[in-house]
């Protein structure tokens, strides 16, 4: 046995780290599958009159909460990771496993190195997820719910960059809709006669909803005379466009329903044509930053369960994972609220909590017993 206050070397790979990995990932395994059947139902209750409201069937319900699993396994894992580590390590505490350990010289860092290896695996799969899974699982459940659940047509397939809109004798295309505040900007309208053949179009610069209907700025109506010239005028008339704001925000696709190179392709066109990309900016490096809550729920959760003795089983681990993530999550949201608003600049406002997190389980980490 190792004297005591002496640190004991172990080469990784062997059979305390196996069994260390084994406890982490069955717990692991066992309440990721927990937390996803959790938040499926915290889902259907959240809309519950919707789906009741709208006639759907069974069979569409299903397949709508089917193909949120892959999102909903992606928000929970970091909580999953975190929950694993405190109640695993918890549990070795409580058998006097880990006493036994500490007694043979292996420091906090070191018994810790396998689960923090598994949490990068971890962090690295959930990346790969929500460029694979997530995406495309995501989209079919926006589209089961909007065109089955909320019998909202299908409009578009670009969210809110260059929405086309049938609509009574014409086809309508918005450059641009401003969800933040009800503005359409660079409306065409293009009239057509009876046989569908163009008649002229009108050119909208931009519109805002009143709370009744939209109005428009500087509007230019251009017609084909006779002579197959074009003739202009200026108008003030309400564009012919029947939906409303809350309709428009339907077709928006929500961050998790791109991948992160669709994302940065969809920002370069905005800028192209000089649309403000602030949000968009901050969510691509959410796609980056988020995967690695998994590493950084183990760091601040091992000196909980080793260094403070977490023993006492399920609720107390289960009461500490809560805070831990809880705040993890209040000040994630802080910063992306900031960030959509332009208060700090994207990478700040998705890395800033990661930082933060690090810093305080390096210190826990390093603390004195």
């Not at 880990?98 to 292996?106: F, H, N, P, V």
């Not at 660079?186 to 009239?191: E, K, N, Q, S």
Request: charged share 20%.
């Amino acid at each position: 046995m190792a004297a005591r206050g002496q640190t004991r070397f172990m080469p990784p790979g062997g059979i305390l780290d196996l069994y260390l990995a084994r406890g982490f990932l069955r717990v692991f395994f066992s309440s990721l599958l927990i937390m996803t059947i959790l938040f499926m139902i915290v889902d259907l209750f959240d809309r519950a009159e919707t789906i009741f409201e709208s006639g759907a069937s069974l069979w569409t319900v299903a397949s709508y909460f089917f193909y949120k699993i892959p999102l909903s396994v992606s928000r929970i894992i970091g909580f999953a990771t975190l929950f694993s580590t405190l109640f695993g390590l918890g549990m070795l505490a409580r058998s006097h496993e880990i006493t036994a350990m500490r007694a043979s010289g292996l420091s906090v860092q070191r018994i810790s190195s396998p689960l923090l290896g598994l949490s990068f695996v971890i962090c690295a799969a959930t990346f790969f997820l929500n460029e694979s899974l997530v995406p495309a699982f995501s989209q079919r459940a926006d589209a089961i719910y909007k065109s089955e659940i909320k019998n909202k047509r299908q409009q578009s397939l670009f969210g809110n960059i260059d929405i086309w809109i049938r609509g009574d004798g014409s086809f309508i295309n918005i450059d641009h809709f401003d969800s933040s505040t009800n503005a359409l900007e660079d409306v065409t309208i293009f009239l057509l006669n009876r046989d569908f053949s163009l008649n002229g179009f009108v050119e909208i610069p931009r519109g805002r909803w009143n709370g009744k209907k939209w109005e428009v700025e500087k509007a230019v109506e251009w017609r084909f005379l006779p002579d197959g010239k074009l003739a202009s005028r200026k108008i003030e008339a309400a564009p012919p466009i029947a939906e409303t704001p809350e309709d428009l925000k339907l077709l928006e696709r929500d961050p998790s329903e791109f991948t992160y190179f669709d994302l940065q392709k969809q920002i370069a066109d905005m800028k192209a044509k000089g649309i403000d990309t602030t949000a968009y900016e901050v969510d691509l490096q959410i796609k980056l930053a988020l995967p690695f809550i998994s590493p950084l729920m183990v760091l601040v959760a091992v000196p909980f369960a080793l260094k403070r003795h977490v023993s006492a089983g399920v609720a107390l681990s289960f009461g500490i994972a809560m805070l831990i993530g809880f705040g993890y999550w209040v000040l994630i949201s802080f910063c992306i609220s900031l960030g959509h608003g332009g208060g700090l600049p994207a990478w700040l406002a998705a890395w800033a909590p990661n930082l933060i997190f690090t810093m305080i389980g390096i210190y826990l980490f390093t603390a004195e017993e």
